[in-house]
Structures are given as C-alpha cells and as structure tokens.
C-alpha cells in the first residue's frame, strides 16, 4: 500500500513524527506538503496560478497551495504513485467540534481524498501553547510517534473508501484510550467581527471569538476528559450521485 502524508503547516514537527510513524508502516509513504504554513483554509483549491514542485529531502515535497492541492497532486499528478491511503497532520491543536470539519486545512485535505475514493485520518494533538514552530512544544517525540504508529495500526483496517476518521489527541496521551465519538460540538467559540483603527486612522477587520461552554458528551469533552478522540465522517451520509 502506498501512503501519501500531508498536513497544513509545512515543515513542522508533526508532520516529520506523522511522516516517521507512517515510513515504519510504509516503505512506499512520501509526502506532499504547503511550501507554507495553511491553517484555516479548509478544502480551498489554487486554481488561479502555477503550482510549483519541490523536493526538499528524500521522500518530502512542498507544493505552492493548499492541503487540498496537495491530496489532489499525490491522487492525480503523474509525477507519483497514486496512494491508496492518506494521512494528514499531526496538526498542533486539536481539531474537535463543527468549525474545524469545514475549516481545518488539515481535514480539508482528508475530504479531497474521501472525495476521490481515497480512506483517509486526520491527525490533530491538543496543544499547551502557541509555540508550535519549536521542537520543545511536542514534548517526547519518540513517544508521540510511536503512539501515532500504534493509532495508525489500530485504526487503519476501519478505515474505508469514501469517508475518513477524524482523530484528536490528548496532551497526556500515554495511557489514553480511544473513544469512538459521533457527538460533534457545534460551536467552540461565539463569532464577532471586530472593528479596529490602524495607524493611518483606517479602519480594519478582524475575525474573533470568545470560548463557549463545553457540551456534555461531545467530542471535545471526550477530549478534555483525555480520551483519544475518533470521529468517522463518511460520505455516505449524505446522497451523492
């Protein structure tokens, strides 16, 4: 089986532990990623100039768009073995409630493959902070690739065509369990615009929020509750012709 590894903050630690974890599963995985950092741009396609194809290191390309340009190159571009699985992420934060299935660019990514018939899992760790560009925010590396190697193992036989799991990891994920979750959080943050005035006395914009009440039995109070979350979302729920 050949694997394909992307995610949507480029070169990042977590999508070096993901692309180790999958190598060990995987002789044939490589990875396509954004030449840049993609968050929040769910499955957003770049179709108004040249995609450009790098190789960085043996097994690793960067692609000038999107998580979803990148599934999409690894799925359709002649320049590779078409990959029978996908695996996206690790991303730094997690990924439960209803924003992030349309926002996230690293489950974007899972629904271009979903799309194409591709099984696919997101991976997403709870963060303690910001500094997600640091090696030192992802604590012990061997252990979290040898947990996600374990994850992968575990979960891939219940991965299929035309749908993909969702999996959000706690922060102390050593001794978690998995939990199979099909309550989505709807909202984790209420939305304000809010009004602002640069130095030029001109106004600007910006996108915000504030943390709302976590839902009794929703996939991120399972989470906060140090359970490795999974959610499946499949296509099949919906009537596609």
């Known amino acids: 089986m050949t694997t394909l590894i992307t995610n949507d903050d480029g070169d990042s630690q977590g999508l070096r532990i993901l692309f180790e ?3 060990e599963i995987d002789n044939n995985a490589y990875a396509i990623i954004p030449n840049r950092q993609r968050s929040a741009i769910g499955c957003a396609l770049t179709l108004h100039k040249p995609l450009r194809l790098h190789e960085t290191r043996k097994g690793t390309f960067t692609v000038n768009g999107t998580p979803s ?3 999409l190159f690894g799925i359709h571009s002649e320049e590779f073995k078409k ?3 996908l695996l996206s992420g690790i991303n730094w934060g997690d990924n439960t409630g209803m924003g992030p299935l349309v926002g996230s660019g690293t489950i974007g990514a ?3 493959a979903a799309l194409n018939g591709i099984p696919a899992m ?3 760790i709870e963060a303690t902070n910001k500094e997600w560009r640091k090696k030192e925010s992802w604590g012990d590396e061997t252990k979290l690739r040898q947990k996600t ?3 992968i193992n575990k979960l891939k036989p219940m991965c299929k065509p035309f749908e993909f799991l969702n999996v959000n990891i706690p922060k102390n994920f050593e001794n978690s369990e998995i939990e199979f979750v099909e309550t989505i959080q709807r909202k984790r943050y209420t939305t304000e615009i809010a009004k602002r005035t640069d130095p030029e006395n001109e106004p600007y ?4 929020g504030q943390k709302v009440e976590t839902g009794k039995g929703t996939d991120f109070a ?4 140090g359970k490795i979350v999974v959610t499946r979302i499949a296509l099949s729920a919906f009537k596609i012709q």
């Open 21 to 23: 974890a999958a190598k």
């Open 69 to 71: 340009d990148c599934a």
């Open 83 to 85: 990959p029978e699985f």
């Open 110 to 112: 899972c629904w271009q």
């Open 122 to 124: 997101a991976f997403s």
């Open 149 to 151: 190697v374990e994850l």
């Open 205 to 208: 914009y910006w996108i915000t």
């Open 222 to 225: 399972k989470l906060r509750e």
